[in-house]
């Protein structure tokens, strides 16, 4: 993927738009704003962004784990944004909160120590979206133990 890549988006109608991906096996996307502005036919841009950040996590874990031989179940992921006003009093992204649960115990898991220390470092979407916006993560086992815990520092205004 270095080097880049090229999405397109189209206006169908309103808020409603086609993303088309440079990838022939990725279907279209319909994105759409919530309502009274859109008409909720898909996901907004925010819930985009939401969903990028906690997918590119669960990947990173994913690949991690799986590097040193262990296999996590299914991992989940649940991501919450807060949305507020800036300084101008425009609406921002303000925070995102990731929460990650493997599906086995603390035990189980192979250099786990090295794991947690390093997996964000390799999620490029989250990495870069720090730059602007403060990224909390949580790496929970399957009995609910915190593992892993990150705060981002807030950004200056």
Same mark, same amino acid.
């Given at each position: ?7 397109? $988006? ?13 990838? /022939?096996?990725? %279907? ?16 907004? %841009? =925010?819930?985009?962004?939401? /969903?990028?950040?906690?997918?590119? $996590?669960?990947? =990173? ?18 991501? =919450? ?77």
């Amino acid at each position: 993927m270095e080097g880049g890549f090229r999405i397109e $988006l189209a206006q169908e109608s309103g808020y409603r738009f086609k993303v088309r991906f440079d990838h /022939a096996a990725v %279907p279209d996307l319909i994105t759409d704003e919530v309502a009274p502005l859109g008409t909720d036919a898909g996901p907004n %841009p =925010s819930r985009l962004l939401a /969903a990028a950040v906690a997918n590119c $996590l669960a990947a =990173s874990l994913l690949f991690a784990m799986r590097k040193f031989g262990n296999e996590p179940g299914p991992i989940t992921a649940e991501a =919450s944004v807060t949305i507020g006003r800036n300084a101008q009093k425009r609406l921002r992204i303000a925070h995102i909160a990731v929460d990650l649960k493997l599906g086995v115990a603390a035990d189980a898991i192979v250099q786990r120590e090295r794991i947690l220390a390093q997996f964000e470092e390799f999620c490029i979407v989250t990495q870069s979206v720090r730059a602007g916006i403060p990224v909390d993560v949580r790496v929970l086992d399957a009995t609910g133990a915190v593992l892993h815990a990150t705060e981002t520092p807030a950004q200056a205004a």
